[in-house]
């Protein structure tokens, strides 16, 4: 978990947006959410879109204001869509995953979210150490509460190095088919092409070599050449009767 960042949102009006945060940032490994005078909360519109995060929102602590919620973080970092007239140090999003993510930081790090309609105040950045960018379109640039929050924390989750592989499927598990299971395979194959009077004898070479082309690209795990040795077995069965 990235326990050291605490999200925290500024007086947001739409319940909703705070399910959407708390599922954003579960779906990414964080569970520190702060809440700054929120219009509406606790809320079965926050529950309904949290999903399966509602642990997150429970466990979110509600303060009056901002110095409270921020009170016992080293840094600070205001998200902000504008460009502000007056110049704040900034990082992007990939930045700030870059400095403060991977672990390095022992520091507690609040990321602050301002208000659906107008973002933090001046004297809200006066309180952070940098204003936080997610780089997009500058003729569009506003991104969904829970939108810039999936941002940043998936930026933070990335640097983390925390396993992300595909748990889909089981590829992976079987081991690769070795040189010598392919060249049994390709045997296989080439047998049964012939059994069911698919090859040609003359151009049963470039076949073979363009079939071992399109084998060659993908790496076969051994139950993955079971299969098609089994497919091969049925044709040679088949043709028989
Ligand atoms: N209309 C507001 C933006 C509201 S979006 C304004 O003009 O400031 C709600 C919050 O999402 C913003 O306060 C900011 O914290 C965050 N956010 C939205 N887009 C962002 C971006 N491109 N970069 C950084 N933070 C962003």
Known sequence: MLSNFKVVLVETSHPG???AVARAMKNMGMDQLRL????????????ARASGADDVLRAARVHDSLQQAIADCQVVLGSSARDRTIS????TARECAEKWGGGAAKENIALVFGRENSGLKNHELDLCHYLLRIPCNPDYSSLNLAAAVQVVSYELFVASGREYASSIGDRGEEPLATAEQMEAFYTHLHETMADI?????ERS???????????NRTQLDTKELDILRGILRFSQNHNLK
Request: hydrophobic share 45%; net charge positive; proline share 11%.
């Open 17 to 19: 947006n705070i399910g």
């Open 36 to 47: 700054v005078s929120p219009k509406l909360f606790p809320h079965a519109d926050a529950t």
């Open 88 to 91: 704040w140090p900034s990082v």
């Open 197 to 201: 009077g698919f090859l040609h004898p």
């Open 205 to 215: 070479r470039s076949i073979m070599r363009r079939l071992r082309r399109v084998f």
